[in-house]
């Protein structure tokens, strides 16, 4: 079974519609992290966020918002008001604490398109 | 602030042939990883090292070789390339602890012929 699993292989949509990337997880792990990555068209891996499984707490940042649930085993990822530049295929990766290291799972993308 | 350093850009092999992927960070960061990147598959580990002289298999090893003899740098190995090795690979360096984030190279565009 994947330990990350982002189900929307691409998804479309026009400037400035909001949209929102999903990832579920699946740990035995009491303490992990979730990670976002965004790779844009010209290749390179950017971190976006980090979160720890202890802290629930949603986080803006921006036109970024995250929305973690462990009841769901989710963390949820939206942009408000899409703009071209968020074109990108993002990522939802996982670190375990009995990994012992940074290691990531990683699950296998959503291409965002936006069209103008 | 070079970060991670991913050398070279893009490389054409013919099978059988044999080459290595340079990767070097300047971050004094114990921790170093290889990934490949398929379509539709997302990033799937290839080998990690949490320090000089220490490394360790990932989830797809099989073709690959790694060492460590320096903090900086995590040079990956193909002895003789196939096709299926065909694929975009990322160095990444973290702090070793579970939790850091991981900090990318900008890739290697491999093609075995």
């Known amino acids: 079974a994947q330990k990350v699993t982002q189900a929307q292989t691409e998804i479309s949509v026009v400037e400035k519609e909001d949209v929102t990337l999903d990832c579920v997880y699946e740990t035995r792990d009491t303490t992990y992290y979730l990670f976002w990555y965004k790779q844009p068209p010209s290749g390179e891996l950017v971190f976006l966020i980090r979160r720890n499984s202890f802290d629930e707490q949603n986080e803006i940042s921006g036109r970024y918002s995250w929305n973690f649930q462990k009841s769901t085993s989710s963390f949820n990822f939206t942009i408000t008001a899409s703009q071209v530049v968020d074109s990108a295929v993002y990522f939802c990766a996982l670190s375990e604490s009995s990994s012992g290291y940074s290691t990531l799972t990683f699950g296998k993308g959503t291409m965002l398109l936006v069209s103008p | 602030n070079a970060g991670v350093t991913q050398t070279p850009k893009f490389q054409v092999l013919k099978t059988g042939q044999s080459m290595t992927l340079q990767c070097a960070q300047d971050m004094n960061h114990e921790y170093m990883s290889w990934y490949r990147q398929d379509p539709g598959m997302g990033l799937r580990l290839i080998h990690y090292s949490v320090g000089a002289g220490i490394t360790d298999q990932g989830e797809v090893p099989n073709g690959y070789n790694v060492s460590r003899s320096t903090t900086e740098d995590f040079p990956l190995r193909l002895l003789s390339a196939a096709p299926s090795q065909t694929s975009v690979y990322f160095c990444?360096?973290?702090?070793?602890?579970?939790?850091?984030?991981?900090?990318f190279g900008d890739g290697t565009r491999l093609s075995i012929l």
């Open positions: 990444a360096s973290s702090y070793g602890q579970v939790g850091q984030p991981q900090h």
